[in-house]
């Protein structure tokens, strides 16, 4: 039979199978391995160590059955402070997964922990900043997470308006749980409120109420929109290139098809090369080919006036030789 209990009652159930939650992305189940001032720590069946923040824990639910079949689990070597925020500053470079589910849980590796907010790196939206405030969980996974270089952003500064003070106009994206999400250059940061510009809106999100701020939507965009320029400029030059190589190609076909034409005149009229050298090389073509059509007409005219003689002469000679036989 299941019960619930409320949390004074938490060191009682310390090494005890329990279901943190009873429902929903944050609820999970395993041994109740540490109770802290305002954490606990849940080892699941999973292998996975769950921290929860007090503060945010609701129900805890002991199941008496499953908690025969559980074996002992050795966790002597490992330290726990005594507050969730010295929890989380053990957990820098590690991989975890802040809050079970839903739309603000992420996966990264924990770049900083100050006192009022944590520094994720995650795989899609960059830098994530969220407020210690509204951390409900944070799992450490085991998989390997992407290195990152060192921020200058938030060195020497401990609280969440002043790093938000830092990302004034710069392109951030703003949760504030479920659908209240927003996305717009921050122009603005009072004590209580925030100020988000997107288009013709005017977006004020109270502080308070912010479960995370990514910090590097726009720079992807940038990026992406950066390397379609730069392949449009290619291509541009590609292009360009292929013109000029074709306008070479035709520049060399025109001087080659004029070289071809001032060869030819030389062959049929030598003299038509001095005209073709003052000339064009589209008249010295047209020149070249109108004086080998008259060369040709020409030679053959000496050629029917040569065999014609060559005739005469025949029949003369045809003619000497009879006269000398009939003598």
């Known amino acids: 039979m299941a019960e619930t209990v409320s949390l004074p009652y938490l060191e009682a159930l310390k090494g005890k199978f329990v279901r943190v939650y009873k429902g929903g992305p944050e609820s999970r189940e395993g041994r109740l391995v540490e109770v802290r001032s305002d954490y606990i720590v849940l080892h699941t069946e999973e292998n996975q160590l769950v921290y929860y923040a007090i ?23 490992i330290v726990y402070p005594g507050t969730f925020l010295g929890a989380l500053e053990t957990l820098r470079d590690s991989c975890i997964q802040v809050n079970g589910g839903g739309p603000t849980s992420k996966v990264g590796r924990v770049v900083d922990v100050k006192e009022e907010f944590l520094v994720l790196s995650t795989e899609k939206e960059g830098l994530v900043l969220f407020p210690i405030s509204h951390i409900k969980s944070v799992t450490v996974v085991e998989f390997a997470c992407r290195e990152i270089p060192s ?57 308070e109420h912010i479960q995370f701020i990514a910090l590097s939507v726009r720079i992807v965009e940038t990026c992406c929109e950066s390397s379609s320029s730069s392949s449009c400029e290619s291509s541009s030059s590609s292009s360009s290139c292929e013109s000029s190589s074709s306008s070479s190609s035709c520049e060399s076909s025109s001087s080659s098809s004029s070289c071809e034409s001032s060869s030819s005149s030389i062959v049929f009229e030598s003299s038509s090369s001095s005209s073709s050298d003052e000339s064009s090389s589209s008249s010295s073509s047209e020149e070249s080919s109108s004086s080998s059509s008259s060369n040709e007409s020409s030679g053959r005219g000496q050629r029917r006036v040569r065999s014609n003689a060559f005739k005469q002469i025949w029949l003369e000679n045809l003619i000497k030789a009879a006269n000398q036989n009939t003598k």
Request: with cysteine; proline share 2%; hydrophobic share 40%.
């Open 151 to 207: 921020q200058d952003l938030y060195d020497g500064i401990d609280s969440l308006n002043g790093i938000l003070s830092r990302l004034i106009h710069n392109w951030v994206s703003v949760s504030a749980g479920g659908p209240e999400r927003v996305e717009g250059i921050l122009i603005e940061v009072a004590e209580a409120y925030i100020v988000v510009v997107h288009n013709e809106e005017l977006f004020y999100v109270t502080t």
């Open 55 to 77: 503060e945010h824990l609701k129900i805890v639910v002991e199941n008496a059955k499953k908690a025969l079949d559980l074996c002992p689990i050795n966790d002597g070597e």
